[in-house]
């Protein structure tokens, strides 16, 4: 019995340790990361931030959802049902979405392992290589 409330009770540190997520007030996010937010999203106030390790988690009052970088990179840009800002994406990138889905527009993007995911209205998944370049289709 005192091995399982030793366990337990090891869990129950564990946990407090691992999970650093907490809420932040907007001014404790990098100065690149309020570049990014006022440059693309100009006029939309920060509702809530967390910092979960070394990221940076907000969400805009618009509903956007934005991850960054503990150095203010973004990584993860969701805007829900409402098209990208223009500019977030490589020009490249933007210039094939618009030629081969003229109806459609970008919603999501993340950034990882040097490549785009980028996820249009019709919740189609594309994926960019690191300049912008089309590499295929996701499922």
């Known amino acids: 019995m005192k091995k399982y409330l ?3 009770m090891s869990f129950i540190a564990m946990s407090a340790f691992v999970s650093c997520d907490r809420v932040v ?3 404790k996010l990098p100065a690149q990361a ?3 937010i006022t440059a693309h999203f100009n006029g939309v106030d920060v509702l809530s931030v967390r910092k979960d ?3 940076y988690d907000a969400v805009l009052f618009d509903g956007t959802e934005l991850e960054f970088t503990h150095g203010g990179q973004w990584i993860k840009v969701d805007c829900g049902l409402n098209p990208l800002p223009e500019g977030i994406l490589p020009a490249n990138t933007a210039k094939y979405i618009t030629a081969k ?3 459609n527009f970008a919603t999501h993007v993340k950034y990882e392992h040097k490549r ?3 996820e249009l209205n ?3 998944d594309l994926l960019f290589d690191k300049n912008g370049n ?3 289709a996701d499922d």
Do not use: A
């Open 6 to 8: 030793l366990v337990l």
């Open 25 to 27: 007030s907007p001014d």
């Open 34 to 36: 309020k570049q990014f």
């Open 53 to 55: 390790g070394f990221q």
């Open 101 to 103: 889905f003229p109806m």
């Open 116 to 118: 785009y995911e980028v």
């Open 122 to 124: 019709n919740e189609l």
């Open 134 to 136: 089309f590499m295929g």
